[in-house]
């Protein structure tokens, strides 16, 4: 990161891919490994799967599918605003509320920024060179 604006953007697109995979039908919880460390008493801090669901998602004979669920661990809490009984639709879904990021939290994402944002330059550079080549060889 050679310029500090470019960090903005960077956080404020992790919060937001956080935000909306909390909102998929498919979300069980969080793998904390693959996230800043936030303090423990954070509301910003990320939340295992549960042992069920994670039995549920590895295949059979997956010896080793709750091997980091224990006395540290802490599952997906339940979401703040439930389905209705008795309501009819498609759209009806469980509704979680935004995650509060407090200072310290924005600070952790910016390490975590700092340490796993990676350039493409070289793909976007490969391809473009690849064209050129093609438009300046001569037919054969």
Not at 12 to 22: F, L, V
Not at 113 to 124: G, M
Request: glycine content about 4%; aromatic content about 10%.
């Amino acid at each position: 990161m050679n310029d500090a604006r470019d960090m903005v953007p960077m956080v404020w697109g992790y919060i937001k891919s956080r935000e909306t995979a909390r909102r998929m039908d498919a979300y069980a919880g969080e793998v904390q490994n693959f996230h800043p460390t936030f303090s423990f008493d954070s509301a910003a801090r990320a939340y295992d799967l549960n042992l069920e669901d994670t039995n549920k998602y590895a295949k059979p004979g997956n010896i080793t599918a709750g091997i980091q669920h224990g006395s540290w661990s802490v599952p997906v809490p339940e979401p703040d605003e439930k389905i209705k009984p008795g309501h009819v639709t498609s759209s009806q879904k469980a509704k979680r509320t935004d995650l509060e990021y407090s200072t310290e939290d924005i600070k952790a994402v910016e390490e975590w920024v700092k340490r796993h944002v990676e350039t493409t330059w070289h793909c976007l550079g490969v391809s473009y060179i690849l064209h050129l080549r093609s438009v300046m060889l001569p037919a054969r």
